[in-house]
């Protein structure tokens, strides 16, 4: 959208978290609340964000990263007092401004361009998301005139017997155009039962001033939680879990039981893929058809192909090729790629490794910056020592080579295509194509042993 910037308040402790973290680093799934506030303000086409920091501010800077502006807050006296703080920053922007609260994670972008296409076309001064709910306790309600139109908003502690009877409430989701909410902010005063300078005031001045406010009132009151306790976090939680699961289910994906099923909304998952209970997936993540994930398994920040089993098992920043059999126990961690058609096997740790056409690690191993040619045979307990104490050394171990059970290849070391290391061996130095190594004791049999039991 044009002419559309926004400003985050995220400088409140959180009191009722009862947590050394501020509030709106909590996370729903992977990701902390005020990520998603941030990146819904950015799909509605947010140009530039600013996010207001005060109670552990150093915290909320390091986790969302240098691509927004921080203007402090010290002392929190209130959310119209949070938002002044950017007067500066602010001064030199026209056009419309976004202010939300970084404690409403479901808010969808959706629902914030038609809060500015209201305030726009309506040529309102301001205009603000409300919704009604059943118990409004907590939330400042919204007084309307006898002709329905925005008269202000009452805050819980401020409000009378009969104010707390009204169940529209303040959703926290407002657009202002800038210079006028700047020299309104000003105007406000900490006169309240909070001794606070509440943002919610400003609406009640811009009326008095004869200016036009629209409202926007929504019926998913869902999408504008603002959870202030670790129970209403969970709560939180679990509806966009479900809102996700409902989703995925409905373009073809089948999820067992979408209560114990957690999927980040960036996710992408193909059709006629299976996810089991206790599974977790993450980060961009991006998994194609007709695979089974799960029961038990987790995956972070990874692309799955098609037609691939991802059982009891962990996988992070990799990507997995079709056909490929995963599990259960299996370790994938950063930086693996699998060709087409692997099989990685249970209690198999694999990093930084390529794994070609075919090729299969079925037990008990660990690959470390390791490359793996097409239709390679890892026998069960083989460990590349790819670690000296002090730098890391590749393994390269070329195509349909067959590496015995229990091998250690001390990297760095290249197994011929076609050569065959002997169950046992420690490998030390290269093996040429097709070639036999064994290095491992030459077996004695001593036929005339007697051990202790004989000797009795
Ligand atoms: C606020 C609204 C209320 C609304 C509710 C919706 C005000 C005065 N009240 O109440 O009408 O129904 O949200 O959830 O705005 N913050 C700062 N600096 C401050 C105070 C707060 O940055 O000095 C931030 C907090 O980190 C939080 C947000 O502003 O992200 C809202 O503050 P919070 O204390 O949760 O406000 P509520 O009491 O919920
Ligand atoms: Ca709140």
Sequence with gaps: ??????IVLAAGQGTRMKSAYPKVLHKIFDRPMLQYVIDSAKQA??????VVVGFEGEQVIQSLGPDYQYIWQREQLGTGHAVLMAETALSGLDGDLLVLYGDTPLLEPDTIKELVLRKRNQKAVAAILTTKLNNPTGYGRILRDPQGNIKGIVEEKDASTEEKEIKEVNTGVYCFEIQ??????KLLSPRNAQGEYYLTDVFKILVDQGLPIAGVLTGDAEQVMGPNDRVQLSATEHNLKLKINEGLMKQGVTINDPNFTYIAPQVKIGR?????????????TIIGENCTI?????????VVADNTEITYSQVTSARIGSNNLIGPFANIRPGTVSDEHVKIGDFVEIKSSHLGPGSKASHLTYLGDTRVGK?????????????????????VINDGAFIGSNSNLVAPVTIGAGATVGAGSTITKD??????????????????????RDRQ
């Design 1 to 6: 959208m044009t002419n559309l910037n926004a």
């Design 45 to 50: 086409g947010a140009g530039s964000i600013l």
């Design 180 to 185: 006028g909410l700047l020299k309104t902010l």
């Design 272 to 284: 006629d893929t299976t996810v089991l209970p206790g599974t977790f997936i993450f980060g961009d």
């Design 294 to 302: 799960g029961p038990h398994t987790r995956i972070t920040d990874s």
């Design 375 to 395: 239709n390679v045979n890892i026998g069960a307990g083989t460990i590349t020592c790819n670690y000296d104490g002090v730098n890391k050394h590749q393994t």
């Design 431 to 452: 093996v040429p194509d097709k070639a036999l190594a064994v290095s491992r004791g030459h077996q004695e049999n001593y036929n005339e042993w007697k051990s202790p």
